[in-house]
């Protein structure tokens, strides 16, 4: 499968929320009662975290090193975070770690996986202050957890303060270089 999806340039695409249940952990329900709703969401966002740290960590991205991952709507603050712990475990348990890499994990990570986010401010740091040019932006339109009715105003919140050139990498740039069969839509005038 690894190598169908990098001969053809086809982006694998982990949608948060989308990955089982862990029995362990909640016994394949939902948490309920006090905070169960904010649990719940926060914890939509580990399975595509999970899913990367196994590809680079199995070596995936070492043997197929076209393949592109995107992590769809969870944030990407979690890139650079996830890119110091595995470079951490690297240096510091070398001598366990099987497949040897060839790479520092971090180095598979930024450029073989991409995440996209809404709302989130930090996910914007995630690529002008930590350096991970593989943000991306979308509205996630039409869900709840989407910027439908105010996608310009978070529109403004997220890049009004950011340089013209970080804006068009994180709204257009990443997208584009991910998926270049898309065709670009043509600026409003």
């Known amino acids: 499968m690894w190598a169908a999806l990098a ?11 989308t990955e089982p249940h862990d029995d362990s952990i909640n016994h394949g329900a939902y948490f309920r009662g006090p905070g169960g709703a904010l ?3 926060v914890e939509t966002t580990y399975g595509g975290q999970r899913a990367v740290t196994k590809m680079i960590a199995s070596g995936v991205f070492e043997r197929y ?5 995107i992590v769809s709507e969870g944030g990407a603050t979690w890139g650079p975070f996830l890119a110091d712990r595995l470079d951490e475990a690297y240096r510091q348990h070398g001598s366990a770690i099987r497949p040897a890499l060839k790479r520092l994990p971090s180095e598979y990570l930024y450029t073989n996986v991409y995440a996209s986010f809404q709302h989130d401010r930090s996910a914007v740091k995630a690529m002008t202050a930590m350096g991970w040019n593989n943000v ?7 869900h709840l957890e989407g910027t439908f009715g105010h996608t310009q105003k978070t529109l403004h919140e997220l890049f009004d303060d950011i340089s013209a050139a ?5 709204t257009i740039g ?3 270089e991910l998926f270049p069969h898309v065709p670009e839509a043509p600026a409003n005038e």
């Open 7 to 17: 001969e053809t340039g086809l982006v694998l695409g982990y949608h948060i929320g």
């Open 39 to 41: 649990i719940n969401y």
């Open 65 to 69: 090193p076209d393949l592109k991952v």
């Open 136 to 142: 991306v932006w979308g509205s996630d339109y039409p």
């Open 166 to 170: 970080d804006r068009r990498r994180i």
């Open 174 to 176: 990443a997208f584009a």
